[in-house]
């Protein structure tokens, strides 16, 4: 079966300017997470969704926003750019709390 | 935000040797999981731990969770360069929290 899709895979961006990444989850998975993966802060956790709810949020100021659609697809959305939001933004699903993440391939997201 | 660590943060090794890496946890944890990260590429689950004292085998890989489910460890018999890659722990923690991951090198 596919894997997690993530679109686009890279994606230059202006401070100031914001962003729409995407993220179609495995068939049947129901939970997608998002995590930021910086060299210097490693994976850090953004978001959790499960059917459409937000389920758990990380520690990142409100410029970072998700949803969920009810196929399961997701978005996240960064406001206001600044050069430090520079990353690999990876999504992950699983068919829910306990089983394995399964992660896509990312967006590497460049503010200049 | 939160972090777990793990040591080392790096690994040299010859092709042939062993490598360990650790993590650790200040609280119970109800499961670990384990994550392989190619250079270059995405997360890429191993295997998960729940039971206190738990050992798994994966050909040269061998997963143990601690007696007190507050630490594990992932051992690699004879390394490969295949074996290559970023290690990371991921605790539970109402969301998974990885760890600081352990980077392996091989040399050939």
């Known amino acids: 079966k596919a894997g997690v899709t993530q679109t686009p895979r890279y994606l230059i961006k202006t401070r100031g300017q914001q962003v729409t990444l995407s993220c179609s989850p495995i068939s049947g998975h129901r939970s997608v997470s998002w995590y930021q993966q910086t060299p210097g802060q490693g994976l850090q956790f953004l978001f959790e969704?499960?059917?459409?709810?937000?389920?758990n949020k990380g520690n990142f100021p409100g410029r970072f926003s998700g949803r969920q659609f009810s196929n399961s697809r997701s978005e996240m959305n960064v406001s206001t750019l600044e050069l430090g939001d520079s990353a690999l933004y990876l999504c992950a699903s699983s068919s829910g709390v306990g089983y394995g993440y399964t992660f896509g391939s990312g967006t590497r997201l460049t503010v200049v | 935000g939160q972090q777990v660590m793990q040591i080392p943060q790096y690994q040299h090794v010859q092709e042939g040797e062993d490598f360990t890496t650790y993590c650790n946890s200040s609280?119970?944890?109800?499961?670990i999981q384990w994550y392989k990260q190619r250079p270059g590429g995405h997360p890429v689950f191993l295997i998960q731990?729940?039971?206190?004292?738990e050992v798994k085998k994966q050909k040269r890989l061998t997963f143990q969770f601690g007696e007190a489910k507050k630490n594990s460890s992932l051992h690699i018999t004879a390394t490969q360069t295949t074996d290559v890659g970023t290690y990371f722990c991921?605790?539970?923690?109402?969301?998974?929290?990885f760890g600081t991951g352990t980077r392996l090198k091989v040399l050939a």
């Open positions: 731990l729940v039971k206190s004292g």
């Open positions: 609280t119970t944890l109800s499961n």
């Open positions: 991921a605790l539970l923690y109402f969301r998974y929290i």
């Open positions: 969704y499960f059917s459409e709810t937000q389920r």
